[in-house]
């Protein structure tokens, strides 16, 4: 797929309502880490943690490069209604019930970086973005301090080759 393009508001961290980010005009999606679908799974409150939980802004070939044909594709595995991001939500959604919130989160953190590498589009600029992205977490109470501490660390971890 080649690099994907970046620009000014490329990983931005924005509350879902947000309207700012909209792919028709930038290219970019608002993408939530952990998906309703797992949310729902897990018997979590979607105004809680779907609603008021932060968004991050992504390019669009890369949130939905997971999707074709059901099968993944180098995107997030958690896009759409085929078969990988079903599988992902059970997946996910088993490890929120049995660890928590914070450990579904930091499977989809793995996977949404992981999907910037094969993509050639993982920079500092993502990893700060992400890391502002663990940090709105905290502030909106889904996580606490120790968790957003590991959560940091991991995510800043999975960004130092680049």
């Known amino acids: 797929m080649g690099k994907a393009p970046t620009n ?31 949310l729902k799974l897990a018997g979590l409150n979607l105004k809680t943690y779907y609603n008021r939980a932060p968004t991050i802004a992504i390019h669009k070939l890369i949130h939905r490069g997971g999707v074709r044909g059901g099968v993944g594709g180098g995107g997030i595995s958690s896009t759409g209604s085929g078969r990988v991001s079903k599988g992902w939500a059970v997946r996910m959604a088993h490890v929120i019930k049995t660890h928590g919130y914070a450990s579904g989160l930091k499977m989809g953190l793995i996977d949404n970086i992981n999907a910037l590498r ?26 606490n301090q120790d968790e957003a501490n590991i959560l940091r660390f991991h995510v800043q971890d999975m960004g130092k080759s680049t």
């Open 118 to 143: 094969v993509n050639n589009a993982l920079t500092p600029r993502a990893i700060q973005g992400y890391t502002t992205y663990v940090d709105a977490q905290r502030s909106s109470g889904l996580i």
């Open 8 to 38: 000014l508001k490329s990983f931005q961290v924005t509350k879902y309502n947000n309207k700012r980010v909209r792919s028709g005009k930038t290219g970019l999606e608002r993408e939530h880490v952990v998906p309703k679908a797992a």
